[in-house]
């Protein structure tokens, strides 16, 4: 099942997977986007960064290591759940429920930055938006995205992007990482 930042092809189209990003290129990608928002925050100082279940949450760990490294101390990291605060809970499948995990500072006054893997139509950000005004105020609210295959539905803009890919609507774009599907790949199709 496609997840709900995918567009899936009709049942009769088959296409083959083309890879647009490989391991070396996600890491690449992920350390572009850490150094991007360090330079922007001017350090890591309260910096949480919030991945967004399902593949924004390891994203969101990896950039936290990678910028634990050049500063030489941890980033805050949690995990949001925006599945009850989609606009999209009746015309979509059932969906299984994930935790929402939050840093023990919290992040009232703090710049979150919510990491997710595919910015498509935006609808995901604005349940995210919504979910985090539920659990406190931030002083900014910034995105970081693996990749932006562009067709928002939504003025929602990435703020850190790893991989700008122009897509046809009809096209799947598929990340894959290794702590979840045992391999590092976007691939489009």
């Given at each position: 099942?496609?997840?709900?930042?995918?567009?899936?092809?009709?049942?009769?189209?088959?296409?083959?997977?083309?890879?647009?990003?490989?391991?070396?290129?996600?890491?690449?990608?992920?350390?572009?986007?850490?150094?991007?928002?360090?330079?922007?925050?001017?350090?890591?100082?309260?910096?949480?960064?919030?991945?967004?279940?399902?593949?924004?949450?390891?994203?969101?760990?990896?950039?936290?290591e990678k910028i634990a490294t050049?500063?030489?101390?941890?980033?805050?990291?949690?995990?949001?759940?925006?599945?009850?605060?989609?606009?999209?809970?009746?015309?979509?499948?059932?969906?299984?429920?994930?935790?929402?995990?939050?840093?023990?500072?919290?992040?009232?006054?703090?710049?979150?930055?919510?990491?997710?893997?595919?910015?498509?139509?935006?609808?995901?950000?604005?349940?995210?938006?919504?979910?985090?005004?539920?659990?406190?105020?931030?002083?900014?609210?910034?995105?970081?995205?693996?990749?932006?295959?562009?067709?928002?539905q939504l003025p929602i803009r990435?703020?850190?992007?790893?991989?700008?890919?122009?897509?046809?609507?009809?096209?799947?774009?598929?990340?894959?990482?290794?702590?979840?599907d045992g391999t590092d790949e976007?691939?489009?199709?």
């Amino acid at each position: 099942m496609p997840a709900p930042d995918e567009a899936s092809p009709g049942p009769t189209t088959e296409r083959a997977d083309r890879t647009v990003l490989d391991a070396r290129d996600i890491s690449r990608a992920l350390t572009r986007i850490s150094h991007e928002l360090l330079e922007r925050n001017k350090g890591a100082t309260d910096l949480v960064l919030l991945g967004l279940h399902t593949r924004g949450v390891p994203l969101a760990r990896r950039i936290a290591e990678k910028i634990a490294t050049v500063e030489g101390a941890p980033v805050a990291v949690g995990e949001l759940d925006v599945t009850m605060y989609r606009d999209d809970l009746r015309s979509q499948p059932t969906r299984r429920a994930h935790r929402t995990a939050l840093p023990t500072a919290g992040i009232d006054g703090k710049v979150v930055v919510l990491v997710d893997d595919v910015l498509f139509s935006g609808r995901t950000i604005r349940a995210a938006l919504d979910a985090l005004a539920d659990l406190g105020r931030p002083s900014a609210v910034r995105l970081a995205v693996l990749v932006d295959r562009g067709h928002r539905q939504l003025p929602i803009r990435a703020d850190h992007v790893g991989k700008n890919l122009p897509s046809a609507l009809a096209e799947r774009v598929s990340v894959r990482l290794a702590e979840i599907d045992g391999t590092d790949e976007v691939t489009i199709s």
